[in-house]
């Protein structure tokens, strides 16, 4: 498993950026696709974003997509989220995960992810 610790969480106002950053150890990272997701309080984990170990493919919920942008930086073993243009409906926890399946094709369900970060809280207020 690799390990996984999300920063970069914090306030913002609705209109306002924020860059998510995702350090892992252990297992190879580059070995892992990478994913981003997120929790509102009440609501069930959903998929944001993810892309593929060598970072050539990228995809996007609809709900992000046009404002969010996934990277990763594989010599760094870290992955970012770069969200502009925020909503207050993109308030939740955030999360990064990682899959080390071999499956192909984008991985959207939380159950294809085995490793997790502890999560990092992003709040946009209106």
């Known amino acids: 498993q690799v390990q996984l610790v999300e920063s970069g969480g914090g306030l913002v106002q609705a209109g306002g950026s924020l860059r998510l950053s995702c350090a892992a150890s252990?297992?190879?990272?580059?070995?892992?696709?990478m994913g981003w997701f997120r929790q509102a309080p009440g609501k069930e984990r959903e998929f944001v974003a993810g892309?593929?170990?060598?970072?050539?493919?990228?995809y996007y919920a609809d709900s992000v997509k046009g404002r969010f942008t996934i990277s990763r930086d594989n010599a760094k073993n870290t992955v970012y989220l770069q969200m502009n243009s925020l909503k207050p409906e993109d308030t939740a926890v955030y999360y990064c995960?990682?899959?080390?399946?071999?499956?192909?094709?984008?991985?959207?369900?939380?159950?294809?992810?085995?490793?997790w970060g502890q999560g990092t809280q992003v709040t946009v207020s209106s």
């Open positions: 252990g297992r190879t990272f580059s070995s892992y696709v």
């Open positions: 995960a990682g899959s080390y399946s071999l499956s192909p094709g984008p991985l959207t369900g939380a159950t294809d992810f085995g490793s």
């Open positions: 892309i593929s170990r060598r970072g050539i493919s990228s």
